[in-house]
C-alpha cells in the first residue's frame, strides 16, 4: 500500500504543467515559432549581470569545500545576517540572522511555514485567485484549506473576511503582487486585512497567522509600492523567492523571514527550524546562498516585462476582451467571452495559443496569461487572439 493521495499528484499535474508540456510537445511537432506558449512563469528576462559576476568571483575567492560544502541547516549565517540587514535597510525592521531560515525557493518558504505553525483541524484562508498549489501546501501540512471568493477589484474585504475566520483558522496566506492576476494589494487593503487579523486573534485566544508570498516583490511599474506586511502585523512570516528577481527560479533559493515582535517568535523560528528538518529542505544551495547575499537589491529589466504588459493590455482590449491591468508581475488575468475558461482555453489551443484556464486558481470565468515572453512572441500571437476574438463577436 502507498500513500493514494501522493500517488493521484503525481499521476495529475498542476493545470499549469501539463499544459506547459502539451506546449512542449507542439513545439517538437510544429516548431517552436508557431506555438505561444503563455503557461509557464518562467522568467525570460536575463539575469542581471552581478549573478554571473558573482558567480566568477566565489569561485575565485573561496575554497571548494566553502562554495559547495554544506552550510548550518538554517542556511549560513553570515548570508543571513546579510538578508537582516537588507531588510531593516529597506524596511525599517529589526530582523536579525536568526530570524531568517534560507530555503529551496518560494515553494519550500511555504511548505516549511505551514508546517511550523499547523495543526490538526487547523483551516488556512487563501484569497482567490490564488496560486493552485496553496491548496496542495495546506492539505500536505494538515489543515483544511479555506477560499474566499474574490472581490471585483481584487482587493481585500473586511465584513466578508472577518465572517470567513473561526476558531480553528490558523494562518492566513495572501499574495501580492498576485499570481496570477497581477493585482498588487493597497496599503488600505492590508489595514483591512491586519485589523482583522488582529481583533480575531484576540476573540480566539490565539495567533492567526499571516504568511506572504513574495518572489513578485519588485516586478511593479509605474511606481506602484508593495506594503511590508510586517510593519502592519507583528504575527507574520515572509516566505520570499530570488527566482522572479534574479530571474534564477532553476536555481532554487529563497528565505523565511520570522517577524521579531511575534508572539512566542523564538518558539516559532524553532519551529520553522523543525519543519524543515522534518521535510528534508536542510541547507539550501549553498553557492546561491552567497550569490544571493551578494546580489540584494538587483533585479532584472523590470521595464521588458512593462513592454510587454502594455503591448498585450493595450491589443487585448482593443480586440474587445476585458482584462485586469496587472500592477506587477508579468501575468495577465483575461475573463473569458464565455462562463467556462476550459472551454475558451481548449479553442485558444485551436490557435496554439496556450492559456491557463482560472479554475484552479479559485476564480472561474478567466484566463492567466504569462508574458514573462519575448516581445516577438507577443507580437506574432496577437493575430491569433484577435481571430479568436472575433469569433467570440467581441
Known amino acids: 500500500m502507498i500513500n493514494e493521495k501522493m500517488e493521484q499528484l503525481g499521476k495529475v499535474r498542476s493545470v499549469i504543467r501539463e499544459l506547459f508540456e502539451y506546449g512542449n510537445k507542439r513545439k517538437a511537432e510544429i516548431g517552436a515559432d508557431k506555438v505561444f506558449d503563455f503557461s509557464l512563469g518562467n522568467p525570460s528576462v536575463p539575469a542581471p549581470a552581478c549573478v554571473n559576476e558573482t558567480i566568477k568571483a566565489l569561485t575565485e575567492e573561496m575554497s571548494s569545500l566553502q562554495l559547495h560544502g554544506y552550510t548550518s541547516a538554517q542556511g549560513d549565517a553570515s548570508v543571513r545576517k546579510a538578508i537582516a540587514d537588507y531588510l531593516n535597510k529597506e524596511h525599517g525592521e529589526s530582523f536579525t540572522a536568526d530570524s531568517i531560515y534560507m530555503t529551496v525557493g518560494a515553494a519550500a518558504s511555504l511548505t516549511i511555514s505551514l508546517n511550523a505553525i499547523v495543526c490538526a483541524g487547523d483551516e488556512v484562508i487563501a484569497f482567490a485567485p490564488f496560486f493552485p498549489e496553496y491548496r496542495v501546501f495546506s492539505e500536505g501540512a494538515g489543515a483544511k484549506f479555506v ?101 534564477i527560479p532553476g536555481e532554487r533559493i529563497g528565505y523565511i523571514a520570522v517577524c521579531p515582535r511575534m508572539d512566542r517568535e ?129
Not at 510593519?231 to 530571474?247: A, G, I
Not at 482593443?318 to 475558461?341: M, N, Q, R, V
Not at 486558481?361 to 491569433?384: H, M, N, W
Open 266 to 394: 523564538r518558539d516559532v523560528y524553532a519551529a520553522v527550524c523543525g519543519a524543515g528538518r522534518a521535510l528534508g529542505y536542510v541547507c539550501a544551495p549553498s553557492m546561491f546562498q552567497h550569490v544571493a547575499a551578494r546580489c540584494l537589491g538587483q533585479t532584472a529589466d523590470v521595464s521588458v516585462y512593462k513592454k510587454n504588459r502594455d503591448l498585450l493590455y493595450s491589443a487585448l482590449s482593443s480586440y474587445g476582451y476585458k482584462c485586469i491591468k496587472p500592477d506587477g508581475a508579468f501575468y495577465l488575468f483575461l475573463k473569458t467571452p464565455e462562463d467556462d475558461a476550459k472551454i475558451f482555453s481548449e479553442k485558444a489551443k485551436k490557435k496554439e495559443l496556450l492559456l491557463v484556464p482560472s479554475d484552479s486558481f479559485g476564480c472561474p470565468g478567466y484566463v492567466r496569461i504569462s508574458y514573462c515572453v519575448d516581445t516577438e512572441q507577443i507580437e506574432k500571437a496577437l493575430p491569433a487572439f484577435k481571430e479568436l476574438a472575433e469569433e467570440y463577436g467581441l
Open 147 to 247: 477560499p474566499l471568493a474574490p472581490t471585483e477589484d481584487l482587493q481585500i474585504d473586511g465584513d466578508s473576511f472577518a465572517k470567513a475566520i473561526n476558531e480553528n483558522t490558523k494562518a492566513v496566506i495572501v499574495n501580492s503582487p498576485n499570481n496570477p492576476s497581477g493585482v498588487v494589494l493597497t496599503e488600505e487593503s492590508i489595514k483591512i486585512l491586519c485589523d482583522v487579523l488582529k481583533t480575531k486573534s484576540e476573540e480566539y485566544g490565539h495567533p492567526i497567522y499571516l504568511i506572504t508570498d513574495e518572489p513578485y516583490r519588485e516586478l511593479v511599474y509605474d511606481g506602484v509600492k508593495v506594503p511590508f506586511v510586517t510593519k502592519y502585523y507583528d504575527n507574520c512570516l515572509v516566505c520570499y523567492s530570488f527566482s522572479k528577481s534574479l530571474s
